[in-house]
C-alpha cells in the first residue's frame, strides 16, 4: 500500500516542481500570466499556456538558493514585509528573467501581495506593449457577485479572443469542465475518507491532488484523473481494514489553518506525524468545498467559474471574505475530521488572516479547543527553522495534554 501512495507522491511532483520562468503548463497556443489563480479550465480549453506569477514565486523559495533569491527580491525595493513568494516573482521579473508572455490577466485578489505583483506587471515597462486585461473581484460571495466575476471572465475570453483572433470553441471547454467536475468530485470523495479514524492515507496527498490539477504541467488532464482514481480506491481499502497510515502510530489530529508553504510539510509536518503521532488532517488547499462547474448552459458555466473564484478557491475562500466564515470553516472543520487542536501558523506575510488571530483564539478558547499560534513563515525557513516550530508545536501538545 506504502509503495502506490509513494508512486502516487512522486507522479505528482514531477508534474508540479522544477522551477520554469517561462508557462508552467506548455501549449503549442500562444502565453498568458496573471499574477493568481486565472480559472485554469479557460486557457487550457482555449489551447493557452499560462502562468501564475506568484505561483512561480512561490516555487523559487523551494530551490537551494531560496535565501539568495528572497534577498534579492528585497533589494528591489518592495516593502520589507510582504510574502517572500512574491519577492522571488518580484525579482525574477525586475531581473528580466521570464519569458515573455503574449498578454497578461490580472485581478484584484484577497492578498495585498498578490496586488502589488499585478501592479508590478501592469507597470513593468519593457512590457508596456503587451495586451493586457484586467478584473476586479467583489469582496462579496452572493448569487450575483459570482454573476458578476462571470461576466468578467467571459470578457476577459473575449479578450483573448480579440489578442489571438480565434474563437473560444466553447464544446471543447465544456469537455474540460466535465474532466474537472470529475477530478473535484473525487478531491471531496477523498477529502470525506479522511474523515476516518486512524486516517487512512497521507493527508497531504489531497494538497498534492488538488495542485496536480490546478497547478502542474499536466493541468486537468485524463492523466490527473487516473492518479485520483487511484487514490480514492486505495483509501477506500484502507477505511474498510481500518488501518492508518504506514509506521504512524495517530495520536494527535490537527488542523493547520494556512498554507503549507514551501518548507513546513516536508519537515516540521512530518516529523510532527512520524515522531509523536499528531498528523494534520487538514490545511489550506486541501480543504475542499467545491460545487460542480454547472454546465446547462454558456452563462451557467461562467457563473460557476465565478463562484469558484470567489468563494471556492482555498485562498480566496479563506482570507477575501468574512471572519465569521473563516471561523465557522475551523469549527466544521474539526468538528468533521476530529480535530483535537488547531495551529495558526500566521505567516508574516498574511495580515488579512493573522487580523483575526485574536477572535479565533478566543474563539477556540470558549469551545474548548487547544490553539497555538506559531508566527512562521512559511516560505522562509530562517525566520522559524523546523526544528524551532517542531518544539514549540511538542510543548503545545504536551502542556494541552495531548502527549
Known amino acids: 500500500m506504502i509503495n ?7 507522479a505528482a511532483n514531477k508534474s508540479l516542481f522544477g522551477l520554469t520562468l517561462g508557462p508552467q503548463n506548455e501549449s503549442d497556443g500562444p502565453f498568458i500570466m496573471g499574477n493568481g489563480d486565472f ?11 499560462f502562468s501564475d506569477l506568484t505561483l512561480t514565486g512561490a516555487m523559487g523559495t523551494g530551490l537551494p538558493n531560496a535565501a539568495e533569491l528572497i534577498d534579492k527580491g528585497t533589494e528591489v525595493g518592495v516593502e520589507s514585509r510582504l510574502c517572500n513568494a512574491i519577492k522571488v516573482a518580484t525579482y525574477y521579473l525586475e531581473a528580466g528573467l521570464l519569458k515573455t508572455p503574449d498578454m497578461i490577466i490580472t485581478t484584484n485578489s484577497c492578498c495585498d501581495a498578490m496586488d502589488t505583483l499585478g501592479n508590478l506587471l501592469n507597470g513593468y515597462k519593457p512590457w508596456a506593449h503587451i495586451p493586457r486585461f484586467n478584473m476586479h473581484a467583489p469582496h462579496s460571495y452572493d448569487d450575483a457577485s459570482y454573476e458578476y466575476m462571470g461576466k468578467q471572465l467571459r470578457q476577459a475570453v473575449k479578450f483573448m479572443e480579440d489578442v489571438t483572433g480565434r474563437k473560444m470553441d466553447m464544446d471543447r471547454l465544456r469537455e474540460v469542465c466535465i474532466e474537472s467536475n470529475k477530478q473535484c468530485q473525487l478531491l471531496l470523495e477523498f477529502q470525506e475518507l479522511k474523515k476516518a479514524k486512524p486516517c487512512p492515507a497521507e493527508p497531504d496527498l489531497a494538497r498534492e491532488g488538488a495542485e496536480f490539477k490546478n497547478w502542474s504541467k499536466d493541468r486537468i488532464s485524463p492523466q490527473v484523473t487516473e492518479w485520483l482514481e487511484i487514490l ?104 468533521d475530521f476530529s480535530c483535537d487542536a488547531v495551529i495558526l501558523p500566521a505567516h508574516i506575510a498574511h495580515r488579512d488572516t493573522n487580523s483575526r488571530i485574536k477572535v479565533v483564539r478566543d474563539m477556540c ?10 508566527g512562521i513563515d512559511i516560505w522562509d525557513k530562517r525566520y522559524m527553522t523546523p526544528d524551532v516550530a517542531f518544539d514549540r508545536m511538542k510543548t503545545f501538545f504536551e502542556i494541552s495534554g495531548l502527549l
Request: glycine content about 6%.
Open 4 to 10: 502506490i501512495y509513494s508512486q502516487l507522491m512522486s
Open 39 to 49: 480559472f485554469i479550465e479557460i486557457p487550457v480549453a482555449f489551447g493557452c499556456s
Open 232 to 335: 480514492v480506491k486505495e483509501t477506500e481499502k484502507q477505511v474498510k481494514e481500518k488501518k492508518g497510515i504506514e509506521g504512524v502510530d495517530e495520536k494527535i489530529r490537527f488542523l493547520w489553518q494556512d498554507l503549507a508553504g514551501s518548507w513546513a510539510s516536508g519537515t516540521v509536518l512530518a516529523r510532527l506525524q512520524k515522531e509523536l503521532g499528531a498528523v494534520c488532517v487538514m490545511d489550506y488547499v486541501s480543504f475542499g468545498t467545491w460545487t460542480p462547474v454547472d454546465l446547462s448552459s454558456e452563462e451557467a458555466m461562467f457563473t460557476s467559474f465565478g463562484k469558484r473564484f470567489l468563494l471556492e478557491d482555498p485562498m480566496n475562500r479563506q482570507a477575501l471574505h468574512t471572519t465569521d466564515l473563516f471561523c465557522n470553516d475551523i469549527l466544521q472543520i474539526v468538528k
Open 365 to 374: 478558547h470558549e469551545k474548548g479547543i487547544p490553539c497555538l499560534v506559531l
